[in-house]
């Protein structure tokens, strides 16, 4: 798996390395992950997207920088980055995650209701163009999921909150990559 974002998918705040969704993940599965969680800068930058697509025989690509590229960076880069990987890497699955929370954005940015039209449009877009290789995966919690000890700054996962993440997103994720029973083992 090449997991690409922010300081959140880096794992910033976990208490360590390990306990951070992707790796939670990759335990869980015994699927390798590169983590390329950069702290502020997960923009969609061509030039790092290029870099990324250099990975040698990737089974998936994540997408998980809204919350550094906000809506507007998402609707200005996103088309482009998964055109970098799709030239690299045609058959292989890109899933373009959601921010985890509305509340993100009030810390991070945009403030007001938080939508996830920029991703899901493109990734429609895509799928009716014929990619069928490019999925919205939703990190999103339900509305009545406990926040409060998810986050350290209602922004930057805490252990818990990437162990709630890893729980919603793994069923979406095994689908896409046809790992078949794996959501009802522990997550390592």
Request: charged share 25%.
């Amino acid at each position: 798996m090449v997991y690409y974002g922010t300081s959140i998918t880096q794992g910033g705040c976990a208490s360590r390395p390990g306990m951070c969704d992707s790796n939670i993940l990759s335990r869980k599965w015994n699927v390798p992950v590169l983590n390329f969680g950069f702290s502020g800068n997960g923009k969609g930058e061509p030039v790092v997207i290029r870099q990324l697509a250099k990975v040698q025989n990737p089974r998936i690509f994540i997408l998980d920088y809204v919350a550094n590229a906000r809506i507007a960076g998402i609707e200005k880069t996103l088309s482009c980055v998964i055109d970098i990987l799709r030239e690299a890497h045609p058959s292989v699955p890109v899933a373009v995650m959601t921010a985890v929370r509305d509340s993100q954005r009030a810390f991070c940015g945009d403030v007001g209701p938080f939508e996830f039209r920029k991703e899901e449009d493109e990734v429609n877009r895509r799928r009716a163009a014929g990619d069928s290789l490019v999925y919205l995966v939703r990190a999103d919690q339900p509305a009545d999921e406990d926040w409060d000890d998810q986050t350290v700054d209602g922004c930057h996962l805490t252990d818990y909150g990437f162990a709630m993440k890893a729980k919603r997103i793994a069923p979406q994720l095994e689908a896409i990559m046809g790992i078949k029973g794996a959501s009802e083992k522990s997550n390592g």
